[in-house]
């Protein structure tokens, strides 16, 4: 008989919850050979399932379709199989793609943004000096405030050096001294309680009662 020239189909039975994106990953094989395309998400308070709607270039791609992808079946997350069911679309209209026109074609040069940029783009370009030449003027800065010396400040900053040196040294014996009286006065100190107390026991002996 003749050959059906029906071109749209509509797959049913998707689960409501498969998104969109999930369902053209699963198709996304056969879209070449598709220029239409529609999706209806299902509704879960309904559990009613999703569609899609997709028309191909000719009637042998439509066909091929059915027979690699036909009784496709999503798995949900209990494991539970969702057979979908490809039938021919009740209604084969394909809606014309008309060209949209932007209104703002063509009209780029009043465009504010655009002005700003090639106002910044017509601007003369300022470049930051190298780094050697930074380094340069860094270091000739710190050579103007480097302090001054001369042989008599050296001498005096020599003297002041020693100076601190010697007061330091001075500073650690003079402690190291305070801590040999301290030594000295505990230990004098102990000797002459140990002192005190023998000759209290000599005395007590000496002064015993007699029978």
Request: aromatic fraction near 10%; hydrophobic fraction near 30%; glycine fraction near 2%.
């Amino acid at each position: 008989g003749e050959m059906d020239r029906r071109t749209k189909l509509v797959v049913r039975n998707i689960p409501y919850f498969l998104e969109e994106e999930e369902f053209l990953e699963s198709v996304r094989f056969h879209l070449p050979d598709t220029n239409m395309f529609y999706y209806m998400q299902g509704s879960k308070s309904k559990k009613t399932p999703s569609r899609a709607y997709l028309n191909f270039l000719s009637p042998d791609l439509l066909l091929l379709f059915c027979e690699e992808w036909g009784d496709h079946k999503f798995l949900d997350e209990k494991g539970r199989e969702y057979t979908c069911k490809v039938e021919y679309a009740p209604f084969q209209n394909v809606p014309s793609q008309q060209p949209v026109v932007d209104s703002r074609e063509n009209t780029i040069e009043q465009d504010a943004d655009y002005v700003r940029f090639l106002d910044k783009m017509n601007r003369p370009v300022f470049y930051l000096p190298s780094a050697e030449l930074q380094y340069e003027d860094r270091k000739k800065l710190e050579d103007e405030n480097a302090p001054v010396s001369t042989p008599i400040l050296d001498e005096l900053r020599a003297k002041a050096v020693i100076k601190a040196e010697m007061d330091k040294m001075y500073s650690k014996k003079k402690r190291r001294n305070n801590r040999r009286k301290k030594a000295n006065y505990r230990k004098k100190k102990a000797n002459n309680k140990k002192n005190n107390s023998g000759s209290s026991n000599e005395s007590n002996n000496s002064t015993a009662p007699t029978n």
